[in-house]
Each structure stands twice: as C-alpha cells, then as structure tokens.
C-alpha cells in the first residue's frame, strides 16, 4: 500500500457498463474507490468484486464504487461482450468501464498511468481527487472501510491493508 498527496490521474475507457460514461472530474465532491480487475483474475472474481459491491452497499452514495477492466493478458477471451456476460452472472452492479489500450501495447492506458502492478487494485480518491491510497491485492475488510470512512468523515487516510492474496501481474503470472 503506498500514499501519495498527488491529484488522480484522469481515466480512459472504451465502453462503460452499468450506467453512463464516467470521468473522474464527474465525481468530485465524492470519496471513490476505483477497483482495477480481470474477470479472469481468481482474487478479483473471488475477493476485490464482491468487496467492491459489498463497499457500495455499506456506503450507499456517500460513495462512488468504480470498476476498472484492465487487461493486460488473455485479451482475446476477455472482451467486452463477455465482460458483460461476467457483470450480469456475478451480479456487479455498480459502474465498470474498461481500460482503453494504445496500439500494440498489452498495458492498459489507465492502468500505466496509475502505475498498477497487476489485479485486484484497489485506489482511494478523495473528494477533492486527490490519490489516497493503492493496494495490490486482496484488502483487508476492516482496514478497508475504516479507510473509506475517515475518508468520508474527516479528509486524508494513512491506509495499510496488507494480506496475502492471488494476484494477477503483467508478466502473466497468478498467485
């Protein structure tokens, strides 16, 4: 988990699901947790997504859940339309956008920007759009919300959520 006081850098997708196209400017004034993920990746599908929808439910609209589909392997499998098959089975209901790509590159264009390692990744943005918190792997429940809700009371979170988990990284391997 690393902190930073630096402004979230903007996103870029290519489709959205489960609501209209979101920027990040959009949601000023609103605490968010962006969760990066495969629907192939075992410790999303198995712990980052539905402690994502579980974050949503708890917080309601004191905060706004972002998935971001950011592929960097097994690209022919994980396209948009079994994205959306994925979404609709496993029940995800908040917004999902997926991670655009430039050209031949395999590193999603969001997903460099914000110097992601592999999935699950779980960001902190403050109201303000300043990046809080970035955690590889699967988060701690507790620390997690408690993270979240310093964050909607107060302002600025030191957020250290460390557990072992099965992460996917960019050099194909899951863990």
Known sequence: MTTTATTAPPWTTTRWFNGDPLELADLRGRVVVLEAFQMLCPGCVS?????????????????????????????????????????????????????????DDPTPVTFARYGMRGTPTTVLIDRDGVLRGHHLGAADDMALAAAVARLIEAGPVDWHAERPSPVCTVDGKCA
């Open 47 to 103: 712990t980052a997504l539905p402690q994502a929808t579980r974050l949503a439910r708890t917080f309601g609209d004191d905060l706004a859940v972002i998935g971001l589909h950011s592929v960097f392997e097994h690209h022919a499998a994980m396209t948009p339309t079994s994205l959306e098959a994925f979404l609709h089975e496993y029940g995800i209901g908040f917004p999902v956008g997926v991670d655009a790509h430039r050209g």
